[in-house]
């Protein structure tokens, strides 16, 4: 099995920040990640899938990097409706998350 | 516009099976590429993938509970179901559905989710 291991498990920052979570896998996955918000209450939102590419309709604040077995998701200018858990998912062998990221708004 | 919604009996007993459905809409389970899959998080845990039909009927299953698990879907009723066999207290969880497909000839895991169903087993 591969395991994903996410960090930091939770984050407060201040609107405007550059924000980083990461998600470092057991073994080579080559770029089968994939970045999702939730917020409460609320059905998981694909952010980046394939580790970088940018799915429709989000916000170009958010980018995704990384290949292999260490991945970024990057908010480059934090806003008030971004607070949300954020979790990666391994799609290479199987289908394995991270434990997720809870970001609040210092 | 996709959007799919699970349902389930809400709660149920040890050793009773979990049926649960997820009723979709914006796309078709006939059409080359479409695969729904079934999710779990439970309270304060991290997500786990359980089982995932595909278009063509293919089948997977998470190997940890495999015996325990059946997807099915309708077609005609834009429908995917899952069965848990013998649930206990471990299966108390959200049970979420979500579609994988292609976009611009690119397969995307998990483009879309339902809101999730809470599932608890309690005797």
């Known amino acids: 099995d591969i395991q994903m291991t996410q960090s930091p498990s939770f984050l407060s920052a201040s609107v405007g920040d550059r924000v980083t979570i990461n998600c470092k896998a057991s073994?080579?996955?080559?770029?089968?990640l994939n970045w999702y918000q939730q917020k409460l209450g609320e059905a998981p939102k694909l952010l980046i899938y394939?580790?970088?590419s940018l799915q429709t309709g989000i916000p170009s604040r958010f980018s995704g990097s990384g290949s292999g077995t260490d991945f970024t998701l990057t908010i480059s200018s934090l806003q008030p409706e971004d607070v949300a858990t954020y979790f990666c998912l391994q799609h290479n062998s199987w289908l394995t998350f991270g434990s997720g990221t809870k970001l609040e708004i210092k | 516009q996709v959007t799919l919604k699970e349902s389930g009996p809400g709660i149920l007993q040890p050793s009773q099976t979990l049926s649960l459905t997820c009723s979709f809409s914006?796309?078709?389970?006939?059409?080359?590429?479409?695969?729904v899959s079934w999710i779990r998080q439970p309270s304060g845990k991290g997500l786990e993938w359980l089982a995932t039909?595909?278009?063509?009927?293919?089948?997977g299953y998470n190997p940890s509970l495999k015996n325990r698990l059946t997807i099915s879907k309708d077609t005609s009723n834009n429908q995917a179901f899952l069965k848990i066999t013998s649930v206990d207290t471990a299966d108390t969880a959200i049970y979420y559905c979500?579609?994988?497909?292609?976009?611009?000839?690119?397969?995307?895991?998990?483009?879309?989710w339902g809101q999730g169903v809470m599932v608890t087993v309690s005797s």
């Open positions: 979500a579609r994988s497909g292609i976009t611009m000839m690119v397969l995307i895991t998990f483009d879309y």
């Open positions: 073994q080579n996955i080559n770029r089968y």
């Open positions: 394939n580790a970088n």
């Open positions: 039909i595909c278009w063509e009927d293919s089948k």
């Open positions: 914006g796309f078709s389970l006939s059409t080359s590429g479409i695969c």
